[in-house]
């Protein structure tokens, strides 16, 4: 029998992967009224935990869609009050504080707060929430092959339940496949950084750590004595550690020597355990050489990944998705050219730099405090991979060549997160954030009214949406720190993009308001 169906089905944007990355994306494109088909080989979403911190940073941009109360109502309350810390053993010596409680898991530089969901509980709220916007999400599908050319991509995919093959044309696709990507792979793009860290054996096991714990209320323990990280509670949990396939494997794990590596990291040698489930995975760190190629974008694990000292890793991926997403949604409504689609790899791949280094250090401070020899990076501030990167592109037009500033002494200069600030507009507090998301936005001081008839003026002739505000106007500086954490005087303006990102300011007004903004919303455009 013949199982390749005849019809080609076209969608603007493939998605393969519907992990959280995957997932994301679908959502964000989605959100914009782009539709788009996502594959994803597994018959559900994840029901492991992996990833469970997610910054004030994510919680911001899925706050932005709409998402943040369902999660904030999903997000379990037995994880609050909690705290990160690296002990010798967990019975043993603490030696630091990462995070001292996941209940204010905040930032200064944001007033969103982070969560603390695990993958397994986030994935269905990503998938529910893309789904009712209509992006068409297939599991149990993979995509076997792609191929692209000048017009487009063509992808064969599979239902693997009926083994069903059919052929798929997109405008655009998007790898979202996992840090093996085949579709990396298959495009040729290499990987450079330090590379595999180690074997991983995930061993999830019981065993009465009330004892041990002292009352402590632990997310994750780093237990340096076994170079390992733990995660549970007072009936156990799961603690990964390095190990040498040449020696070992899972089924060893099974046995007598995870028992033995469970009682060492908690640092209680006849402690009776029970081990339920093991897993092996490679802790890498690493940062692919190219983040598109023509047609096709690689976003979060596909991209680059980290160890999971930082949880920089999934959080980096979503703020990927994000970047592309209103980029691909421009050039598919024919409202910005293709160069603007190659202004993801120059703003993602910096960004990304910056976490696949931070994690690298943490990983050596938090599980191998044993090695002297430091690498030769420049230790940031924990909120610089978050908050901190600068964005450089034709879609900004920098001030400078900085690749980052700390997020709270904001320069308010373009390339930067537009930072908060809090406002008021008929009598309701809200943020300078909940002004961004859609579109491209101009803010003005009280005097600006020059900027704001120009931008009225270029949204038109471009065809874009384009809300303007004018500050202590249209909404009410509250504590006064517009003009000053945006560096802009009272005649001055600020346009900022539909990610959220500051694309360009004048410190005052010009007599060409008009021509200096089409100028620079063509650049950006890139019409
Ligand atoms: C122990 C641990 C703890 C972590 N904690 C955190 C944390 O707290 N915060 C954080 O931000 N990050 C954390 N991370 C990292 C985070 O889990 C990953 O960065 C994130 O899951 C990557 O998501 P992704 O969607 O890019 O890729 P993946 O999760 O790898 O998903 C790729 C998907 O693509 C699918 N796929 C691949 N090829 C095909 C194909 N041809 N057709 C169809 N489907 C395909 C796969 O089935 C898979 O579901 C942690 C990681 C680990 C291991």
Redesign the pocket.
Known sequence: MNNLSHHTEHVPVLI???????LSAALFLAWRGVPCLL????VGT?PFA??????PRTLEIYRSVGLEPAIREAAPIEFSGMKIISVETLAGKELGTFLENTSSYTMSASPVAGSIIT?DILEPLLRKHACALGADLRFA????TFEQDSEGVSALIRDLASGKEQHVSADYLIA????????RQKLGIRVQGPGMLAHQM?IRFQADLRAPLRGRRLLVYYVTSVQG?CAGNERGGFL?IPYDPEKESEQDFRGPRGIEAVRAAIGVPDLDVKIQDVLS?E?ADWLADRFHLDRVFL????AH??P?TG???????IADAHNLAWKLALVLQGKAGAGLLATYEHERRAAARLAVEQAFLNYIERLHPDISAQPDIEKTAYDIPIFGYLYHSRAVLSEDNATYEDPQSPSGKPGARAPHVALERAGRSLSTLDLFGHDFVLLSGRGGSAWCDAAADVAKSLDIALPIYRVDSDVVDVEQRFSRIYGISKTGATLVRPDGFIAWRAYEGSPQARQELELVLTQILAR
């Open positions: 393969v992967g519907g992990s959280l990355v995957g594959v994803e080989r597994h994840s992996r990833a469970g911190g997610f910054n993958q599908t993979e995509c076997v979202a496949d996992g840090n093996l990507s085949p579709i995930n990280l990964s995975w802790m976003v979060g694990d596909a990944v980290v999971p949880a920089y890793g999934a959080n980096t991926g």
